[in-house]
């Protein structure tokens, strides 16, 4: 099986079962917006939920991808017997960290929600602070969960066995969904809150089976400083642009706290329009970077940059096939997926006309975002973790700058617009720092295959905006029936896609259905 089949299926396998967690994701969202839609509830339970979040960028996925997975590549490549007594150090070291972590963010919950949202020291409703600190204290415990998951991800993924982590996220939104649905009315948002914990108990509890399957041992060890020397110098780096992007975001999370400027719901609105947009990035963009980093970190370690190059220009084309017309499609549904998904219970009107904002502007990112995921991993393959942050600092001053300058006439869908912009400009950064490490990148191809899809896609959008104002109904038709007629009308702009990428021969039409 060749290279590009291999990944093309890894990637099948993290994306049709992230495609399951994000079904089960909406219908999670579904449940929280009709219970709580933009209001108090809504707002605490996002901002509690946010540091959490961001500490399993660090602790969780992206050290797997920065550090975990090409150092455990190297590893088992040239001293495979190293490889679990590696994998058993890394996990206590893990536990001993993150138990810190997790009591830190118990006693400083406080200062932290004052850190990231200030807004809610002064918001006209008073229990919003003292609510969202609660909840944080309850919730920061999912760090330790989710850190110990995602190590157990790097070294299942290092083996090449994706299933199970993959389809832990699937857990935490049953968790979530359960929770919400028949505990909200006792205990509002703090059943969303244990729902948390209960789904990160259930993600790492079902990666355990297959990796002491696969050989790992809980038994104490703490050895092979060689590797994690590497691990952790790699990570330090990693930590800083960690850093940096938890400021990216707690520069919209702080925006978005001043309802003087951007009107009530923010932090709900980005939330909500963000949960939309990540399905095509995680389905897709995040799937296909998870696949492929194994082969890149096997690449760079025999030194095969030709075949390098033959990966990487098969990854870009794939991702350009499914995030363009993707894109085009929500840019042109905002409003209308936003109203049939949430407009429900006391997510009312305005809530989706804020939602749907951000929506519009967020869609445009989706293909840096997920360029980014492919170029960084690259970095991440080669051992070098330095260069995304140093674009990353370019990349969040321009975000401040331009939410700045933004929020004022564009309200909450101006800081979406500043992250589509910064993030359009790291996908700059990187190609250039890429392009001047390995020269050409078969661009020619990348490029001829880009015009053919985006013409597609175009066709595609054309016939979505004919759906969504002629053909799509607003009143006197019951919400399933609106799923349905939604959901059918997006099947059938997938099929004219389909037919105008066989009329201009996009080559990864073929590749596709292969």
């Not at 602790?59 to 058993?88: D, H, Y």
């Not at 009530?264 to 799937?287: D, H, T, V």
Request: net charge positive; charged share 15%.
């Amino acid at each position: 099986m060749s290279t590009p089949s291999q990944i093309g299926k890894s990637a099948g396998i993290i994306g049709g079962l992230t495609a399951i967690s994000r079904v089960l994701g909406f219908v999670r969202d579904i449940v929280i917006a009709t219970a709580f839609g933009t209001g108090l509830g809504a707002e605490a339970f996002v901002v509690s939920f946010k540091i959490p979040n961001l500490l399993r960028d660090l602790v969780g996925e992206g050290a797997a991808n920065s550090a975990f997975v090409p150092v455990l590549t190297e590893c088992r490549e040239n001293e495979p017997q190293k490889f679990w007594r590696l994998a058993a150090t890394l996990f206590w070291t893990m536990t001993v960290i993150l138990t810190i972590l997790s009591l830190l963010g118990i006693l400083f919950a406080p200062q932290i929600v004052a850190l990231i949202a200030p807004g809610f020291l002064d918001s006209a409703d008073p229990e919003k602070f003292p609510l969202t600190v609660r909840l944080t204290r309850v919730i920061f415990p999912y760090v330790f969960l989710i850190g110990l998951s995602a190590l157990a991800m790097g070294i299942l993924n290092t083996l090449k066995e994706f299933k199970s982590s993959a389809f832990g996220p699937a857990l935490l939104n049953i968790s979530l969904i359960v929770s919400g649905y028949f505990f909200e009315d006792k205990y509002g948002p703090m059943a969303l809150v244990v729902g948390v914990l209960a789904g990160g108990a259930l993600q790492l509890a079902c990666q355990v089976l297959p990796l002491m399957k696969s050989g790992f041992k809980f038994s104490p060890a703490f050895g092979e400083g060689t590797y994690a020397r590497k691990i952790g110098k790699l990570l330090l780096p990693r930590a800083f642009g960690s850093a940096l992007y938890q400021i990216n975001v707690f520069v919209d999370s702080i925006l978005a706290s001043f309802d003087k400027f951007v009107g009530p719901g923010g932090q709900s609105a980005l939330y909500y329009s963000n949960r939309i947009f990540q399905l095509p990035l995680a389905i897709f963009g995040i799937s296909l970077a998870q696949a492929a980093l194994p082969t890149f970190s096997s690449q760079m370690v025999r030194k095969d940059i030709e075949g390098f190059r033959q990966t990487f220009s098969g990854a870009i084309r794939s991702l350009m096939f499914i995030a363009i017309p993707a894109s085009l499609g929500l840019s042109v549904l905002s409003g209308t997926i936003v109203r049939t998904l949430f407009e429900h219970g006391k997510f009312n009107s305005y809530s989706t006309q804020i939602t749907a904002a951000a929506l519009f502007y967020y869609s445009f990112g989706l293909l840096s975002c997920c360029f980014i995921k492919i170029f960084v991993n690259v970095f991440y393959a080669m051992q070098d973790t330095r260069t995304p942050v140093k674009t990353m600092m370019v990349s969040v001053g321009t975000n401040i700058v331009l939410s700045l300058c933004f929020m004022g006439p564009l309200k909450i869908g101006g800081l979406a617009l500043a992250s589509t912009l910064s993030a359009t400009l790291n996908v700059a950064l990187l190609y250039r720092r890429l392009r001047i490490k390995f020269g050409p990148l078969d661009e020619a191809n990348i490029l001829a295959s880009g015009g053919k899809i985006l013409l597609s896609g175009l066709v595609m959008a054309l016939a979505a905006w004919v759906f969504d104002h002629y053909l799509m109904p607003t009143a006197n038709v019951s919400r399933l029936m609106q799923l349905l007629i939604l959901s059918g009308g997006i099947l059938g702009c997938l099929v004219i896609y389909v037919a105008s990428a066989k009329f201009f021969g996009v080559k990864e039409l073929k590749v596709l259905f292969r």
